[in-house]
């Protein structure tokens, strides 16, 4: 297969990850031929993505294809894109809250939307990997994008411009098994679904406590062959087949705040472990622990007032505003989650892919 020598390509990093965002005119309209090219592109299949863009890590591993929408509800269309670093893998199977921080500046950059006048720009995103509306909001001046700020994200070294991204109710169910609790593998699990399928599990029901650092629990391989077991299972029960292959549902151990917050987690995405939290990883978990009988319930301290949440993760923590109501017949639904962000260009330019054919298989 081949595909352009060259093509323009913008690197920005998006809340805590680290992604390359393309135009989608600019990327072959054909998905094999497109994914062999990002497969170049990032350096992939190689633990260190040496000869390309990709850092050897899922967070860094990432591509955004972004194009101006068709739907009235939207302006822009985003389609994320997780390229394997080991494997030859390019999947659209989940979506990224992280990169959607730069999707916004990426498309007042590539003047796809016009900046607005009020040193603020609103940008509709509708997600195409879950079909979901987004609306993300981050500061221009006189018709750039405002990277600078005070913003403080954990997990990112200093302070930036804030990026204000907004998720209206979902479009599927938050309980995908129907159920606030089931059990998969011996283990007492809450499946949830808000942006991010995910499985929530208390860590002590594993025998970890919630609080190691991700490379001691990397290396914890019987932990592995459990956590394998339980996403397999609980993929199927939640409609999603067989997850083998597949970087959805994640799993989030639970474990008692020690910051101040409503949880401890460590997520695994799916086999390493998150150094923070997806955005819409939080998103799913900050619903599951609202959700009454779900495994959060012995674990979490839920603030008694408001939407906002914090999570605690392995590099500090993630506020976030997300609601719950019972809609007919009791079942729980998600309203409005918002979260702030931020995002920073940090190349554009020309990117050379590693020419096909030239793989080398590890
Ligand atoms: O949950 C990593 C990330 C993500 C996903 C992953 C994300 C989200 O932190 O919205 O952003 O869960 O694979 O970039």
Same mark, same amino acid.
């Given at each position: 297969m081949s595909g352009p020598e060259e093509l323009r390509c913008m690197l920005l990093r998006g809340g805590t990850s680290k992604g390359a965002y393309f135009l989608a005119g600019d990327l072959p309209a054909e998905p094999a031929e497109r994914d062999d090219l990002l497969l170049r592109v990032m350096g992939s299949p190689d633990p260190r993505q040496i000869d390309g863009l990709g850092g050897a890590h899922p967070l860094t591993s990432k591509v955004a294809v972004v194009s101006v929408s068709a739907d009235p509800a939207a302006d822009i269309d985003y389609l994320f894109l997780q390229v394997g670093v080991e494997r030859a893998e390019v999947s659209d199977r989940q979506n990224c809250g992280n990169l959607l921080a730069g999707v916004g500046p990426f498309a007042v950059e590539r003047g796809l939307v016009e900046p607005g006048e009020e040193g603020r720009t609103s940008v509709r995103i509708r997600m195409l990997n879950s079909g979901d509306l987004a609306v993300v909001s981050f500061p221009t001046e006189d018709g750039r994008v405002l990277y600078?700020?005070?913003?403080?994200?954990? @997990?990112?070294? *200093?302070?930036? &411009?804030?990026?204000? =991204? /907004?998720?209206?109710? *979902?479009?599927?169910? $938050? $309980?995908? !098994?129907?159920?606030?609790?089931?059990? =998969?593998? %011996?283990?007492? =699990? !809450?499946? =949830?679904?808000n942006g991010m399928p995910t499985v929530l599990v208390t860590a002590s029901s594993l025998d970890v406590t919630g609080y190691e650092t991700p490379k001691? #629990?990397? /290396?914890? #391989?019987?932990?592995?062959?459990?956590?394998?077991?339980?996403?397999? /299972? &609980? %993929?199927?029960?939640? %409609? #999603? *087949?067989? +997850?083998?292959? &597949?970087?959805?549902?994640? +799993? !989030?151990?639970?474990?008692?705040?020690?910051?101040? *917050?409503?949880?401890?987690?460590?997520?695994?995405i799916p086999v390493r472990c998150h150094t923070s939290i997806g955005v819409l990883g939080a998103a799913s978990v900050a619903a599951g622990l609202r959700v009454e @009988?779900?495994?959060?319930?012995?674990?979490?301290? $839920?603030p008694e007032h408001g939407d906002r949440l914090r999570i605690e993760h392995p590099t500090g923590y993630l506020d976030i505003e997300s609601g719950l109501a019972y809609g007919p017949g009791g079942v729980p639904e998600a309203r409005r989650t918002a979260v702030v962000r931020t995002a920073r260009k940090i190349f554009d330019g020309t990117v050379f892919p590693r020419p096909a054919g030239a793989a080398h298989q590890p």
């Open positions: 600078t700020g005070s913003a403080e994200i954990s @997990g990112v070294p *200093g302070t930036a &411009a804030p990026v204000i =991204v /907004e998720f209206p109710r *979902g479009s599927g169910p $938050l $309980l995908p !098994t129907g159920h606030a609790r089931d059990t =998969v593998a %011996g283990i007492a =699990v !809450t499946c =949830v679904d001691d #629990l990397e /290396e914890d #391989l019987a932990l592995a062959d459990r956590l394998r077991e339980i996403r397999l /299972e &609980a %993929g199927k029960l939640m %409609g #999603l *087949g067989d +997850v083998e292959n &597949a970087t959805v549902p994640k +799993v !989030t151990l639970l474990a008692p705040p020690r910051a101040g *917050g409503a949880v401890t987690t460590r997520t695994f @009988g779900g495994v959060g319930e012995t674990v979490a301290r $839920l």
